[in-house]
């Protein structure tokens, strides 16, 4: 089937731009149409007015795709399923997720079922910026009194706003359910050959959606769908059998890819509805079994449950409640349902990881969802308080962001400048990707930071931080220094590194730097561990060449080091003079 053509819905609109549908005109209008932003009911003219209004039904015909939608439940929590244009998601987008019902029993004791639909209402799991629920309850008859299932029906919908399926081939207790669901919009479960003329009655005198279902029989399948929607019934659902067990799944895999493709590509409007899987069938036959036996059967239902959902399932009714199931069923469909023409992304952004201060990491990533999410949950897991530059890389992750172009130094620069990082922290240190490590002497011209290349996997950032996040050892400079600029050490703890560098770099000062290795440690941690002497001091300074550099023979060493002063100066022959890192600014000044 072709791609619906603005002009062809736009030669059918009032054209007259009268902004009733909150678009400057009707052309804006189309084109949300077209992606479903907007309902057709939105333009007002076109409901109202007696000139607009034989268009309604042409276009209301275009706009309607070869799997027509259906929608059950109320306000916000209420589901469409169908409403799909493409066979592989690609080619377009699926648009509505897959729907996971869980089944409820109308002999459970009240506790037991309200425990039960409790668990179907609240869980809920977090993935890449996004709470991923279960979506509605499915209320089974298995009593076989429409009595019994009034009361369930009634405790349900009392104390969960989730929609609902009211799941029994009796039609007395289907019409007792929905006389407790009213108001509810329940989806009916099942119209079979059986009693299609009575459920269908129902379906149609109360407005409700109908599920059809003829197990392993799709021509009859779709003689039932044809006679109940010549009868009126306007919204239908169809459930071609769901098997487990050798040649079976296959079966059930061919019926579902068959009628979708029927409706799609050969444009079969008889078959034209979304589809109903039953995982939960799996268990028929399985009372009593062993502990080990459940669990084995849970992971076939959730399995099957999977294949579903990649082949056309646009609702499934699951039996198990075991949490396990869910989690990969949620993020399953949330990633099928993910449109492939838009790059999953999160706002760009300076993120607080935890509490971070003015002398927490700063580290920068893309705002390519996966990758932001992984980032921010590596870092609380690790609980690590850092400030997060979250660059708007068009939500492309890292290595392909850098290869295309959007990771690129300028940004990087530009952000740093954008989110006033500066201000924040009493550091310039930015720690980048290891994927972005060739961009690092750019970055430091353009933006006056120290780069520091991180791990290529978030989930090492721990360890980088206690085993390489230091400053680079030897002689460094800030400025532009002379023969007579001052000379002061530093250890290669970052902390205390910056202690000294940032208000020379404030005061736009001209200094010389000799780093020290202690491990990472200042120096009061470093004497206690017995990592600097005055040894180390001279070693530093004679690999860094500094007596060639300056003509003032004389190191700025801070207080921590006033016990080795007498020993740094005879062993290096220079001068040492103590000034605490707060009094730097005063003394350049």
């Given at each position: 089937m072709s791609r619906l053509k603005p002009l062809d819905i736009y030669n059918?609109?009032?054209?007259?731009?009268?902004?009733?549908?909150?678009?400057?005109?009707?052309?804006?209008?189309t084109y949300l149409l077209i992606s479903r932003d907007k309902e057709l009911e939105d333009c007002k003219p076109l409901i109202k007015d007696p000139k607009y209004k034989p268009n309604y039904p042409k276009l209301k015909d275009l706009l309607t795709p070869p799997?027509?939608?259906?929608?059950?439940g109320v306000g916000e929590h209420a589901k469409t399923i169908g409403g799909e244009e493409v066979m592989r998601r690609h080619e377009l987008t699926w648009f509505n997720p897959t729907v996971l019902a869980i089944d409820v029993d109308d002999d459970l004791e009240e506790s037991e079922l309200i425990k039960r639909v409790d668990l179907i209402t609240h869980w809920n799991t977090f993935y890449i910026g996004q709470s991923l629920f279960l979506d509605a309850v499915a209320i089974k008859c298995v009593s076989g009194d429409p009595n019994k299932f009034a009361k369930a029906v009634s405790a349900v919908v009392k104390y969960t706003d989730n929609p609902i399926i009211l799941c029994s081939l009796d039609p007395a207790c289907l019409k007792a359910g929905v006389k407790a669901a009213v108001g509810k919009k329940p989806l009916l479960y099942a119209a079979t050959k059986d009693n299609w003329k009575e459920v269908g009655e129902i379906a149609r005198s109360e407005k409700l959606p109908v599920v059809i279902a003829a197990p392993g029989d799709l021509d009859l399948l779709k003689s039932l769908a044809k006679s109940m929607h010549t009868a009126g019934v306007e919204e239908i659902a169809l459930d071609p059998g769901t098997y487990w067990g050798e040649g079976l799944l296959g079966d059930t895999i061919n019926n579902f890819t068959m009628l979708r493709r029927a409706a799609i590509e050969a444009g079969d409007r008889e078959v034209g509805w979304p589809l109903i899987g039953v995982p939960a069938t799996?268990?028929?036959g399985k009372e009593g079994i062993s502990e080990g036996e459940k669990l084995a059967t849970a992971f076939q239902e959730t399995i099957l449950s999977a294949i579903l959902t990649a082949r056309y399932a646009d609702l499934l009714i699951i039996h198990s409640t075991e949490l396990w199931t869910f989690l990969p069923l949620v993020i399953l469909k949330r990633n099928l349902y993910e449109d492939p023409r838009v790059h999953p992304s999160v706002d760009s952004e300076l993120m607080a990881i935890g509490s971070p201060d003015q002398n927490s990491p700063v580290m920068v990533t893309t705002n390519f969802a996966l990758t932001a999410y992984t980032v921010k949950s590596d870092l609380e897991q690790s609980k690590i308080d850092a400030w997060l530059v979250i660059l708007d890389t068009e939500g492309i992750g890292v290595e392909s962001a850098a290869a295309g172009g959007q990771f690129n130094a300028s940004k990087i620069s530009d952000s740093l400048e954008e989110f006033k990082v500066g201000d924040k922290?009493?550091?310039?240190?930015?720690?980048i990707p290891g994927m972005g490590s060739r961009f690092k002497g750019e970055i430091e011209d353009l933006s006056g930071w120290d780069v520091y290349v991180g791990p290529k996997d978030s989930g090492a950032i721990g360890d980088f931080l206690k085993e390489k996040y230091r400053a680079a050892t030897g002689l460094k400079y800030v400025g532009d220094p002379g023969k007579e600029s001052p000379v002061f050490l530093t250890p290669n703890n970052i902390k205390a590194f910056y202690d000294v560098k940032?208000?020379?770099?404030d005061a736009k000062a001209s200094a010389w730097l000799v780093v020290v290795d202690t491990e990472g440690l200042d120096f009061e941690s470093a004497l206690k561990e017995k990592k600097i002497d005055a040894a180390a001091v001279k070693k530093s300074m004679d690999e860094g060449g500094v007596d060639e550099q300056v003509s003032k023979k004389?190191?700025?060493?801070?207080p921590a080091l006033e016990a080795l002063k007498g020993a740094i100066?005879?062993?290096?022959?220079?001068?040492?003079?103590?000034?605490a890192p707060d009094k730097i600014s005063g003394m350049i000044k």
């Open positions: 059918l609109l009032p054209k007259t731009n009268c902004k009733e549908c909150g678009e400057e005109t009707c052309m804006a209008f799997v027509r939608s259906v929608k059950f799996i268990w028929i922290v009493n550091h310039r240190a930015l720690i940032k208000p020379l770099l004389e190191l700025i060493i801070p100066e005879s062993a290096t022959k220079w001068k040492a003079k103590v000034v």
